[in-house]
């Protein structure tokens, strides 16, 4: 049931129903349906992430991959230091999403909306690190996933 059709239920009047704002936006557009992905998938960090996830899904159903996690694993890329008497942490890199292909191997999917220099290079980093991993680095392209890394 919609915003106006609860508004009618409990009484107002559609002068008032239709100058409602919700969530600081009229009702109207407040009321456009949501994407698919933000509402089927809630628990993700971004849109792209849903849908890639969505994806996924059809992978593993086509017999692509045979399973596939988000954010299931974070590797430890370099120790704790202290230097100058000053600590700094250990750097570590969680993909997005670990698959496991047919043949065995597991592939580590990070998807990216903008480039993040930080983010680009602990991937780099992991990449470099565990090379019997398969890295890849996806991003969305209108209505297709690009590999850019």
Not at 73 to 91: Q, W, Y
Not at 96 to 105: A, E, I, Q
């Amino acid at each position: 049931m919609g915003i106006a059709s609860q508004l009618r239920r409990a009484g107002f009047p559609e002068h008032m129903i239709a100058g409602a704002i919700v969530d600081g936006k009229p009702l109207a557009e407040a009321e456009k349906a949501k994407p698919v992905a933000s509402s089927l998938w809630p628990g993700y960090r971004s849109k792209w992430e849903a849908l890639y996830a969505v994806d996924l899904d059809y992978q593993k159903s086509a017999g692509d991959i045979i399973e596939w996690l988000y954010e299931p694993i974070t590797f430890k890329l370099t120790e704790a230091t202290i230097v100058e008497g000053k600590r700094h942490r250990a750097i570590t890199y969680t993909p997005d999403f670990v698959c496991w292909l047919p043949n065995g191997r597991m592939r580590c999917i990070e998807i990216k909306g903008y480039r993040n220099t930080q983010a680009i290079n602990r991937y780099k980093l992991a990449k470099d690190k565990f090379r019997r991993i398969e890295f890849v680095m996806v991003k969305r392209a209108q209505a297709y996933w690009v590999v850019i890394l």
